[in-house]
Structures are given as C-alpha cells and as structure tokens.
C-alpha cells in the first residue's frame, strides 16, 4: 500500500526532486545496510575467492547492475511512492536478520540482508519501481555462498549414474558406496566429481537466459530446471566418459588436467545446447512508450521514511548487538559419571574417529568398554555461543584428520524415550571399518537436524532458556563391517543415550540456578 499524498498538478520540478532524492535515499540506505552488517558481508566477499563452486560473485554484481541498466525506461515513467507493504517487508527481514545474528547462523544473515536490500528498494521507491526492479535485484541472491550442504547426495548420484553406465557398456564393476573397482582398476567418486561447480553455474546462467529471454515466470522456472537437469546428466557423462577412456586407454588418458578440461568441454557443449532449445519459444521483447517522467512523493515524506527505514536496520542490529554482549554466563563443569556409571574408561585397541569441535564450552572425550567391544563418545557442549565458538559450523568436524576414508551416510530409527533419528557416518582405513553416529542436544530438545537445532535455539533465547546445547558423537571401530559398527552404536544408544541426554538436561539446570 503505498503513503496517501495529494500531488500538485504543476509541481514538475518538485516530483523531479523527489525522484532524485528516493534515489538518493535508497543508495544511502543499501551503503548502511551493507556497512551494519560489514563482517557478514565480509563472510561472502572471502568465499567468492575460496570457493571454485562460488567464484562468480563479483560477476554477479555485474549483471544485477546491467539488468538493472536495461529497466531505465520503465523507471522512468513508473511512479515513486513509498510503500508501507515495503516498510513491513523491511520490518520482517530485519527480524531474520536479528534471529541469524543470535543463534550464529550467518547464511541466515546474508540472504537476510538481501531481503533487506529489496525491501529498502520496495520501501523507498514504492510498489511500481520495485516491481522493475524486482527480476534484477533477486540476482542477488546468487552471491550468498549456498548449496554445499547437498555435496555428499551429489556425489552419491554420480558414483550410482557411473556404476549404471559402465555395467550397460559390459564393463564388470564391484562397487561399495563412492568406491568402484572395475578391471583396469579403482576409482572414487570424490568432492571434485560431485559436478557441484556445474550445477550451480548452470544455475545462475541459467537464470540469467530464463530472465532476459522470456516474460512469463512459469516459462523460466521450466527452463531453470531442464538447465539444472542437463547439467546433472552432463556431469553423469563426464564421469562416465573418464573412467571409459581410462579403461581402454589402459590408464593412458583421464587423468590430471585432461580430466578437468574434458569436464568444462562437456558443460561448455550442455550450455550452449540448453541455450538452443530455449531459444525456440523466446517471448517477444516488450517496448516502453515514452511519455512523461512519472510522479514522485514529495521529499518530505521519502525522508521520513528514509529515517523510519534507517531506524529498523540500525534497530535490529543494535538489539542483537546488545544481547550478544551480555556478560557471559557460568560455564558448565561436564560430569556425565551419573549416565555412564558401570562402564569402564580404557585406552583404544583400534585407531578411532575424534571430531574435532572449536571453541566449545566443555568436551567430554572418553572410550569404554561396552560388551566385549569399545565404543567412544565425544560430548561438545556449548553455552553463550558466538562466531568462532557455536554447536553448528564448518568447523566442527567429525573426521579432521582426512586420514580416513568417508564411505557413505545413514540414518539410524528412532528408538523413542527421547532419542531422535540419529545421522550416522560410515569411514574406512585399510582393514578398520567405523561408524559415527551424532545427535544435537538442544536445552532438552534432540534433533539430527542441524537446521533444527538452530530452530530449537533461537526459540529458546526468544523464551529465555538461554542458548545451551550439545553435539554427542558415538564411534567405534572394527576390523569386520560397518553393519557390525552400527549394531553396536544401536547396543549403546538403546542402554545409554537416554541417561547421556537426561544428563545434559540436569547440567543445564543446574547452571541456570548459579
């Protein structure tokens, strides 16, 4: 709903000004959004240069400014109105940005940024401009480093398409999860396999093809997924297409450089075949009459709502601020002798799995004697969580020595009193298998989620129950099979999780009564 004024029919040069100055003021305000929110902005910029699968980021910025370029007729007649549907939206997408900032969950921030950066827009310049605008500005969202968190079912497909495809070409394959061996020898389907890269690039092209060769949204959201589809089965081939010339080159050829210039060829070839077919039902151009320069708001009300504006984003910002800075609360001393009572701590036999957990308030790391095997169990708890120090991050690792290998994932049932779903790893080092199985533990809630227990976080904060939690990581290890690994994790979750668990929740009691 856009601000009630009335317009002063020979008021020319004052609705110039007024455009000029919503201008002015949207500019203004994306450099205070941007400058608030500086560190995760920061965060974004770095993973442009590390990140292969995210190195258009700066190309993004380019072609936002260039889509946004092509609308000048549009804006030029459309009429500039403050919209308070914009101010709500800011509203809203300040509040995401706020819950991000008090659980650390930075990929919230950034695409919550974003939105406030639309919103400003929407805000300032009113219904009309913001729908010009709209396609180009949601190119934006290409630049937040997303889609890692789909890596491992990536390269599950394409060691599975591989497998198929070989075994149809006649070539015999023994596979176990991401490793194959076929006749001339072994493969593994690694990070650099999982076509991440290519499936994200045809993402974004895609887009941009979508927008700028057809008007009706249902005609681009088809042609995004055939892009994103073809570039599946692209990758699928290049894998496919490797191993082959490798097989009957007797390991001559697929390797090295050859081996990633061969997979930029077959994705170079998929583009500019996906291209050819969209191509075929391209929607006509659509031709901006000239006439006048639209109407504007008069300035002093897109003032204040640059002044409403500025107050929401640096009100949001300086609330989490605030309650981030608190002083921090007791520390838990983690004494899990009642739940683990009976079992004997010993030294282990086989190599095991230590996950590896930055800035975690208190780490409980033991191995013991359960039946006539070993198990281990890592207890990471973490209470006033910050950047560098949070239960959910990159950092955290299971594995961090890279000395095993990762074989596969799974899930393990829900044997109820409490236990959820449990996530469980599979990894291998010459003759010893190892399983791990991890579980959040969220001020009394469980989840094998990690979105979950960022859910569960910030709805404690919000109802004052603080921002404790834990990941609890039970390995072991043998020299038989994984399906042996997880019968025993099954043993130990049934007789001591629960009792771990309740554990957690007496310790956090405790430490809310100090």
């Not at 089965?233 to 390991?251: E, K």
Request: with cysteine; glycine share 8%.
């Amino acid at each position: 709903m856009p601000f009630a004024y009335t317009e002063n029919k020979g008021s020319g040069n004052n609705s110039a000004i007024g455009r000029q100055m919503a201008w002015s003021v949207t500019a203004l305000m994306w450099i205070t959004i941007l400058v608030v929110y500086r560190s995760q902005v920061a965060l974004v910029v770095e993973a442009w240069g590390n990140l292969p699968s995210h190195a258009h980021g700066y190309v993004v910025l380019l072609v936002v400014a260039y889509l946004a370029w092509t609308k000048r007729a549009a804006l030029a007649v459309a009429p500039q109105v403050p919209s308070k549907a914009g101010i709500m939206a800011l509203v809203l997408s300040g509040a995401a940005a706020f819950a991000g900032e008090m659980v650390s969950a930075g990929v919230v921030v950034q695409f919550s940024v974003i939105f406030m950066l639309l919103s400003t827009v929407w805000a300032v310049m009113g219904d009309r401009c913001f729908r010009v605008l709209f396609g180009p500005l949601c190119f934006l969202f290409f630049a937040i480093p997303f889609g890692y968190d789909i890596l491992p079912t990536l390269m599950d497909w394409t060691a599975n398409a591989t497998v198929i495809a070989l075994r149809v070409s006649g070539v015999p394959v023994l596979q176990q999860d991401r490793n194959f061996v076929i006749p001339s020898g072994s493969w593994s389907v690694v990070e650099a396999c999982s076509g991440i890269r290519y499936l994200l690039t045809s993402f974004f092209v895609g887009s941009i093809f979508a927008y700028i060769t057809y008007a009706k949204w249902h005609k681009r959201l088809i042609f995004i997924l055939f892009m994103l589809l073809l570039s599946l089965f692209a990758n699928w081939l290049r894998a496919y297409m490797i191993v082959m010339a490798a097989h009957l080159s007797n390991n001559q050829w697929g390797f090295g450089l050859s081996h990633l210039a061969f997979g930029w060829v077959i994705f170079a070839f998929a583009v500019m075949v996906s291209f050819a077919i969209g191509a075929r039902w391209r929607d006509p151009e659509k031709h901006i009459e000239k006439t006048s320069a639209g109407t504007a708001a008069p300035a002093r009300i897109t003032g204040g709502v640059a002044l409403l504006t500025m107050a929401l984003v640096l009100g949001w910002s300086q609330g989490a601020n605030y309650l981030l800075n608190l002083p921090p609360r007791p520390v838990p001393t983690l004494d899990l002798s009642n739940s683990l009572n009976g079992l004997e701590k010993v030294r282990p036999t086989l190599a095991v799995i230590t996950p590896y957990f930055l800035g975690a308030s208190a780490i409980h790391d033991a191995t013991y004697r359960f039946g006539d095997s070993e198990i281990g169990l890592t207890v990471a708890y973490y209470r006033n969580q910050r950047q560098g120090a949070k239960l959910v991050s990159v950092n955290n690792v299971i594995e961090p020595t890279h000395t095993w290998t990762w074989n596969k994932s799974g899930r393990m049932a829900s044997m109820g009193d409490g236990i959820p779903e449990l996530r469980v790893e599979y990894y291998s080092k010459a003759k010893a298998k190892a399983a791990v199985a991890t579980v959040y533990w969220i001020g009394g809630r469980t989840t094998s989620s990690a979105m979950m227990s960022k859910f569960y976080q910030a709805f404690n904060l919000l109802t004052g129950k603080g921002d404790d939690g834990a990941m609890v990581v039970i390995s072991t290890t043998n020299l038989g099979n994984s399906e042996a690994s997880k019968a025993l994790i099954e043993m130990f979750v049934r007789d001591r999780l629960p009792r771990v668990l309740k554990n957690l929740d007496v310790i956090q009691a405790g430490l809310n009564q100090s």
